[in-house]
């Protein structure tokens, strides 16, 4: 079950799990690290672990938090046009579209392109979104004697309040803003905050269908929010990001690993759903440590280089 079917929440309502974590305290000195495999990324077997333990999270039990924007924009091949009646096309489709679990807000059209922002579920896609977007409004306008054909230049963009460099800048600052009383510790936790500025997240993905700019925060609580103190745990977590990372076609932008809880910046695979890559980081950070660790649910939002007040200013001047 997941809360707040179109993502308005900003806390982490998790339901409570049975007790999870290490309560070790660290005894000073930089942490220590796991044996690591040859590409010096994993502990030697976490790759094969990761990939054949069934999971411990599926979707039917959890209660998660979300605010997902997709935003779709629409270019009709050269030499046609959209008809002057594409916005109320499209307004007319929107019980139609959330059936699907897109929720139309925001519609703008110009004879040269349409641009439509969503609401949706983290059940969907970007491959289904930009489908069954395109595919009902191609419909819906044909149907109306007025037809446009899309050229495959389509796109999708998730937005949020925040863009970018607010998410990355979040996440780099949770060790200094966790004031945690001694400062051994705190250089130790600086250890599981990575930044990896070759994922460049402005850049879309593209295929033969449009491009893709998706990008995903996703947040993990421990259950009970027990903390997690043993530096080679925490190794083991953070190494395993980039295991689940690498094997659903992701990839981690940013990353902070804290004692109770998880935040990663994704730029994610485009055929994946929100839901799939969050519990694809749920479940290999859980078999990491072999244990049931996380609370039953789990945080995911949208951002890109642009915050929804575009949207908005878009939409104003038209």
């Given at each position: 079950?997941?809360?707040d ?6 806390h982490?309502p998790f ?5 999870a ?10 942490p ?12 030697s077997?976490l ?9 411990r ?19 009709p ?5 959209l ?5 109320d ?8 579209w959330?059936?699907d ?8 059209a ?6 439509l ?9 970007p491959t ?10 191609q ?8 037809p ?14 925040n ?7 979040y ?11 001694d400062?051994r ?16 997240l402005a ?13 995903l ?22 190494d395993?990001?980039f295991?689940?990372?690498?094997r659903t ?9 804290m004692?109770?809880?998880?935040h ?9 759903t929100?839901?799939?890559?969050a519990l694809?980081l ?10 049931r660790?996380?609370q ?5 939002g ?11 200013r ?5």
């Open positions: 079950m997941s809360v079917l179109y993502g308005s929440q900003n982490l339901q409570r799990d049975k007790p974590g290490e309560g070790n305290a660290p005894d000073g000195g930089k220590a690290r796991v044996d690591l495999a040859p590409d010096g990324l994993v502990p077997g790759k094969m672990g990761l990939a054949t333990r069934p999971p999270y599926t979707a039917h039990n959890l209660s998660s938090a979300f605010s997902l924007r997709y935003d779709w924009t629409g270019w091949k050269e030499g046609t046009s008809p002057p009646s594409a916005i096309i499209a307004r007319s489709l929107a019980s139609l959330e059936q679990g897109l929720r139309l807000m925001e519609p703008h110009t004879a040269e392109k349409i641009q922002l969503f609401s949706v579920t983290p059940a969907i896609s289904f979104f930009t489908m069954r977007v395109k595919g009902r409004l419909h819906a306008l044909r149907k109306a004697g007025t446009v054909q899309f050229s495959r230049k389509v796109s999708l963009r998730s937005l949020g309040e863009i970018t460099a607010q998410v990355a800048g996440l780099h600052r949770q060790v200094g803003k966790e004031g945690f009383v400062p510790f705190e250089r130790i936790m600086s250890e599981f905050t990575v930044a990896c500025p070759e994922v460049v850049e879309p993905a593209a295929s033969s269908s449009g491009r893709y700019w998706y990008n925060h996703v947040v993990l609580v421990v259950a009970d929010r027990l903390r997690i103190t043993n530096p080679v745990k925490l190794g083991l977590l953070r395993a990001v295991v689940v990372a690498e076609g992701c990839q981690i932008a940013a990353l902070a690993v004692p109770d809880h998880v990663a910046a994704v730029r994610g695979n485009y055929e994946m929100p839901e799939e890559i694809a749920q479940n290999g950070l859980a078999q990491a440590l072999g244990c660790v996380w039953d649910g789990f945080y995911v949208t951002f890109s280089e642009y915050d929804l007040d575009v949207i908005r878009i939409v104003g001047k038209s």
